[in-house]
């Protein structure tokens, strides 16, 4: 790819915000998750909510979830039926006796699908229906959602590599992916299955320019993996060229992040503002994210 191409890309944002949809609805937003219809789910952790708005952001959420929940701070849908015909939604929480909840999209949780975990940070769902989650003792757990709520396996920090509390995870197209500061690595997920993976195995596929700790990673329909940043408030893209900075200078630490495939549209959440910018993505010719035009600020 030409230099001017890749210059192009990188730190590219396009302001065209428009008046808020709503405002008052978020405290503390974290995690963040949308499902095929383009709806999006907001964990709030100080007010113990997630929050679903459709895909419109109409002036007020179309869904309040409480029943459960407890500091929610991560999301992960699973669109396949494992428990609802229509997908599952996993909620993270971090308060009292920390634990992964399980919900239909439309709210209704799961009695006695509850899956224990120390501080689920981080969630991503996985081929063959297993659930990841990293927690802040620097382990990675695996849950095979289809045969209960039984760990499928447990890597520690030895394995790992990472500081605790910090890191992004993610699964794309059979491949296993964790980050935190200045790297990510990969891992063939069936093989993270059967504990194959010595310590210190996991392969670092990426360095810069992610500069500090990541918090989210979620991948679009081209296996490009979009990253938060959130030592330098931005936007990072590891895609076929090479990470590059697709937004930069963002107003606060970028702490959820996930994407709309269909609509090519980006949701990043902002806890400290109590915000969410919702962006439209743009791609060139080999499907590499070129620009991020601020669409929308949620309030």
């Given at each position: 790819?030409?230099?001017?191409?890749?210059?192009?890309?990188?730190?590219?944002?396009?302001?065209?915000?428009?008046?808020?949809?709503?405002?008052?609805?978020?405290?503390?937003?974290?995690?963040?998750?949308?499902?095929?219809?383009?709806?999006?789910?907001?964990?709030?952790?100080?007010?113990?909510?997630?929050?679903?708005?459709?895909?419109?952001?109409?002036?007020?959420?179309?869904?309040?979830?409480?029943?459960?929940?407890?500091?929610?701070?991560?999301?992960?849908?699973?669109?396949?039926?494992?428990?609802?015909?229509?997908?599952?939604?996993?909620?993270?929480?971090?308060?009292?006796?920390?634990?992964?909840?399980?919900?239909?999209?439309?709210?209704?949780?799961?009695?006695?699908?509850?899956?224990?975990?120390?501080?689920?940070?981080?969630?991503?769902?996985?081929?063959?229906?297993?659930?990841?989650?990293?927690?802040?003792?620097?382990?990675?757990?695996?849950?095979?959602t289809t045969f209960?709520?039984?760990?499928?396996?447990?890597?520690?920090?030895?394995?790992?590599?990472?500081?605790?509390?910090?890191?992004?995870?993610?699964?794309?197209?059979?491949?296993?992916?964790?980050?935190?500061?200045?790297?990510?690595?990969?891992?063939?997920?069936?093989?993270?299955?059967?504990?194959?993976?010595?310590?210190?195995?996991?392969?670092?596929?990426?360095?810069?320019?992610?500069?500090?700790?990541?918090?989210?990673?979620?991948?679009?329909?081209?296996?490009?993996?979009?990253?938060?940043?959130?030592?330098?408030?931005?936007?990072?893209?590891?895609?076929?060229?090479?990470?590059?900075?697709?937004?930069?200078?963002?107003?606060?630490?970028?702490?959820?992040?996930?994407?709309?495939?269909?609509?090519?549209?980006?949701?990043?959440?902002?806890?400290?503002?109590?915000?969410?910018?919702?962006?439209?993505?743009?791609?060139?010719?080999?499907?590499?994210?070129?620009?991020?035009?601020?669409?929308?600020?949620l309030l």
């Amino acid at each position: 790819m030409k230099a001017f191409h890749i210059a192009k890309a990188i730190a590219t944002i396009l302001p065209m915000m428009t008046a808020p949809a709503f405002a008052g609805a978020f405290s503390q937003p974290t995690g963040l998750a949308v499902d095929s219809n383009g709806s999006l789910y907001v964990a709030n952790q100080s007010s113990s909510k997630v929050l679903v708005f459709d895909k419109n952001f109409a002036a007020q959420p179309q869904l309040t979830i409480t029943a459960g929940l407890n500091q929610p701070i991560s999301l992960a849908i699973d669109p396949a039926p494992v428990f609802a015909q229509k997908g599952t939604l996993y909620v993270g929480n971090i308060g009292g006796a920390a634990r992964i909840t399980t919900y239909t999209l439309g709210g209704t949780q799961f009695a006695g699908t509850t899956y224990p975990a120390f501080r689920p940070y981080a969630l991503a769902i996985g081929g063959d229906h297993v659930l990841y989650d990293f927690d802040n003792a620097a382990t990675l757990n695996m849950y095979n959602t289809t045969f209960g709520t039984a760990i499928l396996q447990s890597y520690a920090s030895a394995s790992l590599q990472y500081t605790p509390g910090l890191g992004a995870i993610g699964s794309d197209n059979g491949l296993f992916y964790i980050g935190d500061g200045k790297t990510v690595l990969q891992y063939p997920e069936a093989m993270l299955y059967v504990g194959h993976p010595a310590a210190g195995f996991f392969p670092i596929i990426s360095s810069g320019p992610i500069a500090g700790s990541t918090f989210a990673m979620n991948f679009d329909n081209f296996h490009n993996a979009f990253i938060t940043d959130t030592t330098n408030n931005a936007i990072v893209v590891r895609a076929i060229i090479g990470a590059v900075t697709l937004i930069k200078n963002l107003p606060s630490f970028p702490s959820g992040i996930a994407l709309d495939k269909a609509r090519n549209r980006l949701f990043v959440s902002f806890p400290n503002l109590n915000t969410v910018n919702v962006y439209k993505i743009t791609y060139d010719g080999n499907n590499v994210p070129m620009t991020a035009t601020l669409l929308k600020t949620l309030l």
